[in-house]
């Protein structure tokens, strides 16, 4: 069973997950940590924790979902999990940077692609990959049946969606991805956004005013 620890990092509140087992095998998710404070937050909730890091996921690759990708990713001797798709956004990112006036360490190290045929799998846990662009050309989404909750990225949020006005970003996509990929989830199903507060496929059908 999974352990999830949510952190809240960088100028644009992005929410980096750790997921974790018994057997203390580690998963991070969007790994957004800018300064250094918020990185070595990070690694030292890992260390003190005695966890093992196996995973290094992207649901996408906006700098915000990135500012820690090269530090964690050498610091772990993790590679970056991505779709196909990310790969020109990742390896752009600090040309955005720049236009917000951001540092950003860039990260040219090698990539591991993943789409809907693959599964990561950690010990007796598993999450499945739901492709849903819109947000992003390549944006992935993770879900756990057993433990019936999805990590969204920033396709869908409490009573919001995903902006669409980025690079490569396309709304009626992005409906289509939140309608036939993540509405189709049981309704108790958890969302964990990459922005702001926790909300379940249920309460979104109902209540979010963009679908």
């Keep these: 069973m999974f352990t999830i620890q949510t952190f809240t990092f960088n100028p644009f509140h ?3 997950y750790v997921l974790f087992n018994k057997e203390k095998q580690t998963i991070i998710i969007d790994p957004g940590a800018y300064d250094n404070k918020e990185k070595f937050r990070l690694e030292n909730f ?8 196996k995973y290094l996921l992207n649901t996408h690759c906006h700098i915000d979902h990135v500012f820690g990708e090269k530090y964690f990713s ?3 001797n993790a590679t970056p999990h991505i779709h196909l798709e990310e790969e ?12 917000y006036g951001l540092e950003f360490e860039e990260y040219k190290g090698n990539v591991h692609f993943i789409d809907e045929k693959d599964k990561i799998i950690l010990g007796q846990d598993q999450l499945q990959i739901i492709f849903t662009p819109g947000h992003s050309p390549g944006s992935l989404s993770f879900y756990c049946e057993k433990q019936k909750f999805v990590i969204s990225g920033d396709v869908l949020f409490r009573q919001s969606i995903g902006r669409t006005d980025l ?16 509405f189709t989830l049981p309704d108790d199903t958890t969302v964990y956004p990459g922005h702001g507060h926790i909300t379940s496929i249920g309460f979104e059908k109902i209540n979010n005013p963009f679908l």
């Design 88 to 99: 020109e956004i990742l390896f752009t990112a600090s040309t955005v940077s720049e236009q």
């Design 46 to 53: 890992i260390e003190d924790n005695g966890l093992e890091v």
């Design 14 to 16: 992005e929410n980096t």
């Design 74 to 76: 050498h610091k772990y």
């Design 167 to 182: 690079y490569k970003g396309n709304h009626q996509q992005l409906l289509h991805s939140i309608k036939e990929k993540l």
